[in-house]
């Protein structure tokens, strides 16, 4: 295999063969995903809630997320990977979006970058393509504005579909390479998929669009609690990982193990 790169990504939308992204956040995922051929990893500022544990992604800062993305690249030779900027990392002006991707490069190794927000990011969109950073933007539901959109909630519904058009033409005409498209509805989606020569990449956005994304953590089970509407548990990683560990736990109380196997003679 070769490094996946953002042409195979585009050769795909053409073929009308949808392609998977996950989130990673450290080398030995890292490696699974990418042995199980997923071309393009995230490192999303979903590291917030996943890795930190905060309760938003607004705290998350470039210095807690740099070292993750330095992981990913190591532990995966052929994903294309993209690191979240986070927020208060690109807001200010284009000149702190450039500052924060190059670190983004240079420092972790990323790429591409993913940035969130619609027309309203162009500028910064257009500032980075001009300096041979490709973008990934992401509209609809942007969790690091959850503030100012209300909470989490379903975007582009009635009137809202005429902004989400108006977002996803934007970024794609200031150069972004893909566009996620997060909690819109499904039809929503379609039309932007189709109206978009770049790729559309769904989370909540139904199966139309040219490529899924999901958390790991919640693609895998990892979390016990209740997910979004949104996600397909496809293992259930934390109960196995809680009985792994109980297991544990009693044979070292019960002297099991180590057993004779696990030891040294003299
Ligand atoms: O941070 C993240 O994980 C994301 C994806 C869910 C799109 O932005
Ligand atoms: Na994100």
Redesign the pocket.
């Known amino acids: 295999r070769t490094r996946t790169r953002i042409h195979h990504l585009q050769a795909l939308k053409e073929k009308h063969e949808p392609w998977p992204m996950l989130?990673a956040y450290d080398y030995p995922t890292a490696q699974i995903f990418d042995d199980a051929g997923i071309p393009v990893l995230?490192v999303?500022?979903?590291a917030a809630n996943v890795v930190y544990g905060y309760d938003t992604?607004v705290p998350v800062s470039i210095d807690e997320l740099i070292p993750l993305v330095r992981a990913v690249v190591r532990g995966a030779p052929n994903a294309l990977v993209v690191a979240?900027l986070p927020f208060g990392s690109y807001e200010v002006s284009a000149e702190q979006a450039l500052e924060t991707s190059i670190r983004f490069m240079k420092e972790g190794g990323t790429h591409a970058v993913?940035l969130e927000g619609g027309e309203r990011m162009a500028p910064k969109i257009q500032a980075l393509t001009a300096a041979g950073i490709p973008v990934m933007a992401?509209i609809g539901f942007t969790?690091q504005s959850v503030n100012s959109l209300g909470g989490f909630r379903v975007q582009g519904r009635g009137s809202g579909a005429d902004q989400l058009i108006a977002d996803a033409l934007a970024v794609q005409d200031a150069g972004a390479f893909s566009v996620?498209m997060?909690m819109v509805p499904a039809e929503l989606a379609t039309e932007v998929t189709h109206k978009l020569t770049i790729p559309t990449i769904g989370?909540g956005a139904g199966n139309e669009c040219d490529a899924q994304?999901?958390?790991w953590q919640d693609m895998a089970g990892l979390n016990r609690g209740k997910t979004a509407k949104f996600v397909r548990q496809f293992a259930s990683v934390g109960n196995e990982l809680l009985r792994a560990a109980s297991d544990y736990a009693d044979a070292v109380r019960d002297r099991s193990f180590p057993g004779p196997e696990h030891s040294f003679t003299s």
């Open positions: 989130t995230l999303g500022d979903s992604t979240d993913k992401h969790p996620v997060e989370i994304v999901l958390v």
